[in-house]
């Protein structure tokens, strides 16, 4: 006698429809059915119903959020936030060694040196200016800026949050250095000692990029340029508020190339509330 193959079977004497027909039609159905778990203790009701409802990071793109939906609450309920585009420098310490120019316009703002070798010329966003408070990197500061480089190939320039000045010996900081067309992530600890690493294949450095630094934790900080990751830092992390800065970017003129610029276009800051 041969085997019967139970698929193939009618669900019934009465009924002729094959048993894995129906077992396909029925889950078609099920699929079909908008209402399908939405009942008390099923999947998508307790998924629509959980308090937080959890995404791989970085999966939410912008296209999903509705206009309108974000508001200034989203970035200041929580933390400690800065934005400009250096319309006015307000509230921001400048000025440079020797005969700097630095020159606000709609948009953003122009940082020169003068043409003696060693001229300098900086912003500063600077607790005792406007910003009322030392950076705290226990706040987790993330602070990225749009600048453009005018001479790459005899620039050195210095944006990063921390200390006063050009990398002064006694401060903590975090950052880029940029030197001659190579660009370095840096961070200080005064206590432990600096880590200063070379990011290889950095874009046209003539060209508007944003950059941003991230501090994860006292383990680790990143570093983009424009939105790709491009250098973590584990050692030398600054743990505590020993900086005189928030927001600090400086042009030097430090090659005997003449006059050294960069334009600044946006910049934005935040830490998180104690």
């Known amino acids: 006698m041969a085997t ?7 669900k019934s004497q009465t009924d002729s429809e094959k048993i894995e027909s129906a077992i396909a039609r029925l889950i078609t159905e099920h699929n ?3 209402g399908a778990h939405l009942e008390v203790g099923q999947a998508l009701q307790s998924h629509k119903a959980a308090e ?10 912008a296209d999903k959020i509705k206009d309108g939906q974000v508001n200034f609450s989203h ?3 929580s933390h400690k ?8 420098l307000d509230g921001w310490d400048k000025g440079g060694v020797g005969i700097e120019t630095i020159t606000c316009v709609l948009g953003g703002t122009k940082l020169a040196t003068g043409a003696v070798n060693n001229d300098t010329a900086y912003i500063m966003a600077a607790p005792t200016i406007g910003f009322g408070d030392n950076p705290n990197f226990n706040a987790h500061p993330i602070c990225q ?14 944006f990063h949050i921390g200390m006063a000045g050009f990398q002064a010996v006694g401060d903590d900081y975090i950052g880029f250095f940029f030197d001659q067309s190579k660009v370095y992530a840096v961070c200080r600890n005064v206590s432990t000692g600096e880590t200063k690493s070379e990011i290889t294949s950095p874009p046209e450095l003539e060209d508007p990029h944003i950059y941003r630094i991230v501090y994860i934790s006292s383990g680790s900080v990143d570093f983009y ?3 790709v990751k491009v250098k973590t830092i584990t050692t030398n992390i600054p743990t505590d508020d020993n900086a005189n800065a928030c927001i600090f970017l400086g042009v030097k003129n430090s090659h005997n190339a ?3 610029t960069v334009g600044v276009f946006h910049a934005i800051y935040q830490e998180t509330l104690a």
């Open 32 to 34: 079909d059915d908008e």
């Open 145 to 158: 800026i749009l600048i453009k480089i005018m001479d790459k190939a005899n620039a050195e320039v210095h």
């Open 4 to 10: 019967p193959t139970w698929g193939l079977l009618t």
């Open 75 to 77: 970035f200041t309920e």
């Open 52 to 61: 937080i409802i959890d995404h791989l990071a970085g999966s939410i793109i």
């Open 225 to 227: 340029i424009d939105d």
């Open 81 to 88: 936030f800065i934005f400009t585009t250096f319309d006015s």
């Open 258 to 260: 003449g006059e050294q």
